[in-house]
């Protein structure tokens, strides 16, 4: 049952609400921010947030960029959610058997979670050698819009699908839901995504899920990148979905 609005007005911690509207801002855009622009973008006045900026720069969760750009967010918040005991339980399972995937199959690898309608690099491996393409542990984007997202949302149970669905959907037009809804089956058939990356021209993306007890705790993806000493992309995805379900194993969780 809902709670009344007067019931949760009792629990109102205005400053609090300030402090977090500022992470979710800064969060959601991504880029820096100044006072002012953050001000308009929460409809308060810059002596209203004023305090609470400078707060929240005394405790490491926002800082100044090197450049004088504006605040942006720090690692701090990453850090806190990594120190949770399932993310160091899939991490504890995932990097020996990423580091093996990287080493055999020549190109890098990372691991992503989810976290509200982002996915987030949480580790990665890169690839032997001198050269290679990786993505930044710390990086994330719309669930909707990665491929590791993909993962993510299609491997769930049905329930989870459900709740997803009715927090992304309407995040995105009708038509680019439909063709996420549609890529999503595709997955589920194929039990993994091979799809071109959305930000880097000549790179594939290649990634299969890693079930936990509860449903899909992360994408295992590779960049990939074909060079003269590669394995074939079939090759490769059979490397991905073996280690993926390797750890899997380790979590407990079932495999596809």
């Known amino acids: ?7 949760l007005s009792k629990y109102r911690a205005p400053a609090l609400e300030k402090g977090l509207d500022v992470l979710e801002l800064l969060a959601a855009r991504g880029g820096p921010l100044g006072m002012v622009q953050i001000a308009a973008a929460l409809n308060r006045s810059v002596s209203e947030l004023f305090r609470m900026v400078q707060v929240l720069q005394h405790r490491g969760y926002i800082a100044d960029t090197p450049t004088g750009e504006g605040l942006v967010l720090t690692d701090k918040l990453f850090s806190l959610g990594m120190a949770r005991a399932p993310t160091r339980t899939v991490l ?25 309608d982002q996915m987030v690099v949480v580790a990665r491996i890169e690839a032997p050698g001198n050269q290679g393409f990786s993505v930044r542990v710390g990086y994330h984007r719309a669930i909707v819009e990665a491929t590791s997202g993909l993962v993510l949302y299609a491997f769930q149970p049905e329930p989870v699908r459900a709740e997803w669905r009715a927090r992304l959907e309407p995040t995105v037009a009708p038509t680019a839901w439909s063709g996420f809804e549609a890529r999503a089956k595709k997955a589920r058939a194929d039990r993994h995504v091979l799809a071109p990356s959305d930000v880097t021209r000549l790179v594939l993306d290649l990634s299969a899920p890693i079930f936990g007890p509860d449903g899909v705790a992360a994408a295992l993806t590779s960049p990939y990148v074909e060079t003269p000493t590669s394995l074939s992309v079939p090759d490769t995805i059979a490397a991905i979905k073996a280690a993926a379900d390797e750890i899997s194993v380790e979590l407990g969780g079932p495999t596809p």
């Open 1 to 7: 049952m809902a709670e009344s609005e007067d019931t």
């Open 92 to 116: 504890e399972a995932a990097l020996p058997v990423m580091r093996r995937l990287s080493d055999a199959i020549g190109q890098s690898c990372h691991l992503a979670v989810a976290s509200a």
